[in-house]
């Protein structure tokens, strides 16, 4: 190739770089920050923590060693187990954890709420519950099918609030066992997908998310649900996971929490939305101290130190670990090490029953 080929060559390479580079999609754009502030990764949390949020699908047969490795590297404590399912997959996982990591593990169990309504169904649904309490679960975890996809013994969208239910939770009540529950998803899943939704990056690359406004109820009823359940059962403890998705508009968390003693929330899935309004977010919790547990939801030991690092430092401007979540940058909230170890391990140990409380300082 002579001198001239080359220079016509490089030239179409760099004409055809730079269209590409000016026509780069919103995905595709993801520049490297040039700002340079003090800070670091927390690798792990600053005290032993209890994640209230965990999931372990495979428990009843799982080499749990690789687990508890990961968990030391990051000062976690103890695992619940939200997926400890009933009978006999729950006694296995509670065999489990009793042959090997007898205080690093807890369970809480599931019921299906497909076909409530049944003759029958609710008394036996209350008996299972009472008897997977005796035979080692901690607590019930309640998946957010209920409200979505459940439908009762006639085919209907079986509401969270359906008093049909109410034994259960009552009995959840009288066993002193608490109810982390999650409640439909995010509400821009429910909103116009255009360029006003700030989920939009999620909903392009993951459609299965979105729903339109009213599929299968409006996000408002679905909540509206959940929220008549606290009020209907107040000797009930309930933990609403992922701080009821208002971790992004925390006056109306705070209005609910100061209407309902009976409520709490993890913080699971939304450490994004603390960590863009450090101030305001350092506000809430310190009011809601007594309030608020911590939870990861996905067991990928590789993203708490995003947790640890909003929760524990006041750093500047750091990345989320994922970019459809939050394109924005987090920063530090600083909570004194009261709140910190209320967050981490204080409150599940006063709501969690049997946790082993010699684990952690006083």
């Not at 190739?1 to 590409?20: D, G, R």
């Not at 957010?144 to 085919?155: H, I, V």
């Not at 705070?254 to 409520?263: S, T």
Request: charged share 25%; glycine share 6%; hydrophobic share 40%.
């Amino acid at each position: 190739m002579n001198l001239k080929k080359s220079v016509l060559f490089v030239s179409s390479f760099l004409i055809c770089f730079s269209i590409h580079a000016q026509d780069l999609t919103f995905e595709e754009y993801n520049p490297t920050s040039t700002l340079v502030v003090p800070g670091k990764i927390i690798k792990k949390a600053k005290f032993p923590f209890i994640d209230v949020h965990g999931h372990q699908y495979r428990m009843p047969n799982q080499d749990l060693a690789p687990v508890i490795a990961a968990m030391d590297t990051l000062n976690e404590a103890i695992m619940v187990n939200l997926s400890g399912r009933t009978g006999e997959d729950l006694i296995k996982s509670v065999k489990n954890i009793a042959d090997n990591y007898p205080n690093r593990f807890v369970v809480f169990a599931n019921i299906s709420f497909e076909g409530a309504g049944a003759e029958g169904w609710t008394e036996k649904m209350v008996a299972q519950l009472e008897q997977d309490v005796k035979n080692g679960a901690r607590g019930l975890k309640v998946y957010k099918s209920l409200g979505l996809r459940n439908k009762d013994a006639d085919g209907k969208r079986l509401a969270i609030d359906d008093s049909r239910l109410d034994p259960i939770w009552d009995k959840c009540g009288e066993l002193g066992i608490p109810v982390l529950i999650h409640a439909a998803d995010p509400k821009p899943f429910w909103d116009e997908f255009n360029g006003d939704n700030e989920r939009w990056l999620e909903l392009k690359t993951h459609p299965r998310r979105k729903r339109d406004a009213n599929n299968p109820a409006s996000w408002e009823q679905i909540m509206n649900e959940q929220y008549n359940l606290f009020r209907k059962h107040p000797n009930t403890t309930f933990i609403s996971a992922h701080m009821s998705w208002l971790a992004n508009d925390l006056g109306q968390l705070g209005d609910l929490l100061d209407e309902m003693p009976n409520m709490n929330v993890g913080i699971g899935a939304i450490i994004a939305e603390l960590g863009r309004q450090p101030r305001f977010a350092k506000a809430f919790f310190e009011k809601y101290q007594d309030r608020i547990l911590f939870g990861k939801d996905s067991w990928k030991p590789e993203e708490f130190p995003t947790y640890f690092r909003v929760l524990e430092s006041d750093d500047e401007y750091f990345t989320y670990h994922k970019k459809y979540h939050a394109f924005w940058p987090m920063y530090g909230l600083d909570l004194s090490d009261e709140v910190l170890k209320k967050v981490y391990y204080k409150n599940a140990l006063r709501i969690v029953p049997g946790l082993d409380k010699s684990l952690f300082p006083e």
